[in-house]
T-cell receptor
Framework: QKEVEQNSGPLSVPEGAIASLNCTYS??????FFWYRQYSGKSPELIMS????GDKEDGRFTAQLNKASQYVSLLIRDSQPSDSATYLC???????????FGQGTRLTINP | KAGVTQTPRYLIKTRGQQVTLSCSPI?????VSWYQQTPGQGLQFLFE???????NKGNFPGRFSGRQFSNSRSEMNVSTLELGDSALYLC?????????????FGSGTRLTVV
């Protein structure tokens, strides 16, 4: 089992709809969780962090964490073409000594 | 506030050569981590430096090495380059040691080995 797993996609969503991105992780003691956005040819950019079970909202983005199920998700409401990118889930592993990334989900928002 | 600065942005090297990449973290950040990103393997952890000491190392051969200076700037070296070393090398900085607070990435160095 991979330490951090995401559906690689591609995920195609119409403009204005909700995009849902999912991630599972293997380390039960992980305490913090991150979502990065990476545009083609650019470096990853941190867009959300979540530390507690439940939802965390920031503008059009909502991160959801369920530690019992070892599951974290990212919802993007009112999707815009500018949201088209690869979204990477990242979780500190091995006593938080390194940040492990999923393979990323490529998201395309269709006008 | 300046972000994470990586130099050079692009490099083309020949098999067998060696290369040194440089990273200047955000001012005040003492932790620097290095990642390799390829289409097939995604983002792979290379190593982390904190206070001039390597704190953690990923599963890469000994040809990959690094160091950190007293001003927190870091360099990564790859010796005896192989074609498979072609990748985007990303440096990330954080205020504290470890990954609990997440990282801020630099723009990366695109290395092509021919």
């Amino acid at each position: 089992q991979k330490e951090v797993e995401q559906n690689s996609g591609p995920l195609s969503v119409p403009e204005g709809a909700i995009a849902s991105l999912n991630c599972t992780y293997s380390d039960r003691v992980s305490q913090s969780f991150f979502w990065y956005r990476q545009y083609s040819g650019k470096s990853p950019e941190l867009i959300m962090s979540i530390y507690s079970n439940g939802d965390k909202e920031d503008g059009r983005f909502t991160a959801q964490l369920n530690k019992a199920s070892q599951y974290v998700s990212l919802l993007i409401r009112d999707s815009q073409p500018s949201d088209s990118a690869t979204y990477l889930c990242a979780v500190p592993i091995q006593g938080a000594q390194k940040l492990v990334f999923g393979q990323g989900t490529r998201l395309t928002i269709n006008p | 506030k300046a972000g994470v600065t990586q130099t050079p942005r692009y490099l083309i090297k020949t098999r067998g050569q060696q290369v040194t990449l440089s990273c200047s973290p955000i001012s005040g950040h003492r932790s620097v981590s290095w990642y390799q990103q390829t289409p097939g393997q995604g983002l792979q952890f290379l190593f982390e430096y904190f206070s001039e000491t390597q704190r953690n190392k990923g599963n890469f051969p000994g040809r990959f090495s690094g160091r950190q200076f007293s001003n927190s700037r870091s360099e990564m070296n790859v010796s005896t380059l192989e074609l498979g070393d072609s990748a985007l090398y990303l440096c990330a900085s954080s205020l504290v040691e470890g990954a609990l607070g997440g990282y801020t990435f630099g723009s990366g160095t695109r290395l092509t080995v021919v």
